[in-house]
């Protein structure tokens, strides 16, 4: 069995680095031969209609790069998320839109109307429809909290979508929640571990942004929510963000290109085990 570890060429996070390289070690031990390629070392050129990758049998794929993923697919390599899965979860508009009517509670949520970069939004009387206070805003596109923002009220709305990239976005009622959440681990339909993350000073919990992480035990109701997310959206493995309020439990997003180092160090379980495993029953035919 032959695979690839394919990454982003242009990502140089240590912590994305560190990544690689926990995949890398926990997949090697079910695999007879493992690669880390970069995405610009691997992309064909498209011939006569064709592109080949020759003796992948797996790809994970640690990138967004859905043309790539989608290649890959064709060319017969099973690919850990796939494409669809990727895409599915990179967008957080088309997300939320999948998992609408699935019985997932998701905080009140208002997708603005598609438009192009060309034209952008003449005006913003679209926002008139927001009658709830306070928000988050978020671009469509966007990961480790980079592109959340908090307005209190019509004017401070107002003047975050104005400086956003000319594109679709989110408003999403701001739900109390202590800025805490709960990070579940997912892979092959199940959840594996979950840690709790609290930024004392930001209403964001991502841990690159001061969040502190801590583990925390599963419980049924939150693992169930997770679960069917994953399923919904097709995921081999991901990050699911999951927030409680009262008695009230709400997802917030997934993440198909999830981070495992503070999971792995916080839960003191190696989330790429489980993948491992996960790579290898499928490609035995096991799953």
């Keep these: 069995m032959n695979g690839i570890i394919c990454y982003n060429s242009y990502n140089k996070m240590q912590s994305y ?4 390289n926990m995949y890398y070690k926990a997949i090697l031990n079910v695999c007879d031969s493992l ?6 070392q691997i992309m064909p050129i498209i011939e006569n209609g064709s592109a080949a990758f020759d003796n992948i049998d797996f790809a994970l794929f640690l990138d967004k790069d859905i043309c790539l993923a989608k290649l890959l697919e064709n060319s017969g390599v099973r690919v850990f998320n796939s494409s669809l899965s990727i895409a599915s979860c990179d967008n957080k508009a088309y997300t939320h839109s999948i998992l ?11 997708i603005t109307p598609f438009t192009f970069n060309t034209f952008g939004y003449p005006n913003l009387d679209f926002l008139d429809i927001i009658d709830f206070f306070p928000v988050v805003v978020k671009q469509a596109y966007g990961s480790l909290g980079q592109q959340v923002y908090l307005a209190k009220n019509k004017s401070e709305l107002l003047n975050i979508a104005k400086n956003l990239p000319k594109e679709q976005f989110l408003v999403q009622e701001y739900i109390e929640c202590g800025n805490s959440d709960t990070r579940v681990f997912m892979c092959g339909g199940k959840a594996k571990c979950a840690m709790k993350r609290h930024n004392s000073n930001d209403f964001r919990s991502n841990a690159e942004l001061g969040g502190v992480c801590t583990k925390v035990s599963l419980d049924e109701k939150t693992a169930l929510m997770a679960e069917n997310a994953s399923k919904l959206l097709g995921l081999d493995f991901c990050g699911i963000d999951i927030i409680n309020s009262g008695e009230n439990q709400y997802l917030l997003e997934v993440n198909s290109n999830v981070m495992i180092n503070s999971l792995a160090k916080v839960t003191g379980i190696n989330p790429a085990d489980y993948i491992a495993e996960h790579i290898l029953k499928t490609i035995k035919g096991q799953v």
């Design 17 to 20: 680095l560190d990544n690689i």
């Design 100 to 110: 609408t009517n699935s019985g997932i509670n998701m905080p009140k949520t208002y």
């Design 35 to 40: 690669k880390t390629v970069s995405s610009a």
